[in-house]
């Protein structure tokens, strides 16, 4: 879930856009894993976990 504004993950997660998908997860293979957030909240484990190619497909979804 982007806008221009953002351009990258951690941009997306830091700006609470993030709805937790699942994407980040299932692009990456699982490298990159959903967890639970003390609010309850499904968000990315590493926001720099990605390649710069997976990033750019995530930032482009
Ligand atoms: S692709 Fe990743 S960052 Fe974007 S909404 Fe889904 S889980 Fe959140």
């Known amino acids: 879930m982007t806008s221009d504004a953002e351009s990258s993950i951690a941009e997306i997660v830091a700006n609470d ?7 980040c ?3 990456t293979g699982g490298r990159v894993k959903m967890v639970m957030t ?6 990315p484990s590493a926001t720099d976990g990605f ?3 997976e990033e ?3 930032v482009a979804a």
């Open 17 to 23: 856009l993030c709805v937790g998908c699942g994407l």
């Open 25 to 27: 997860e299932a692009l």
């Open 38 to 43: 003390p609010a309850g909240s499904l968000r």
């Open 51 to 53: 390649t710069r190619r």
């Open 56 to 58: 750019a497909r995530l």
